[in-house]
């Protein structure tokens, strides 16, 4: 089993950026996909990028397409979404996730604590 540390939210300004990374525990961290969900106040969560264990492909939502961008570093047992332009529609709470897997995945097993990204417009 995975387990997932959150890092990185904040309070920034619409057309800002942000930066969250996700620390994960353990030896087998290329044995998972990787993924950000978030979820805004009274709102379902929400698929927003994921990616493949050898960091290869990426899919994301139409939401965030062109400002996000996901990636990993297999040795440091990381991910990183790198968000720009940001909107104040982006506020949630961002939850780092994982499954294990070769494919690409808008589902997940694992997830960390999330981590508050507010964006004020």
């Known amino acids: 089993q995975v387990q997932l540390a959150e890092s990185g939210g904040g309070l920034v300004q619409a057309g800002g950026s942000l930066r969250l990374s996700c620390a994960a525990s353990g030896r087998t961290f290329i044995r998972y996909a990787m993924g950000w969900i978030r979820q805004a106040p009274g709102k379902e969560r929400e698929f927003v990028a994921g990616?493949?264990?050898?960091?290869?492909?990426?899919n994301y939502a139409d939401s965030v397409k062109g400002r996000f961008t996901l990636s990993r570093d297999n040795a440091k047992n990381t991910v990183y979404l790198q968000m720009n332009s940001l909107k104040p529609e982006d506020t949630a709470v961002y939850y780092c996730?994982?499954?294990?897997?070769?494919?690409?995945?808008?589902?997940?097993?694992?997830w960390g604590q999330g981590t508050q990204v507010t964006v004020s417009s």
């Open positions: 990616i493949t264990w050898s960091g290869g492909s990426t």
């Open positions: 996730a994982a499954r294990e897997g070769f494919g690409l995945y808008v589902t997940y097993d694992y």
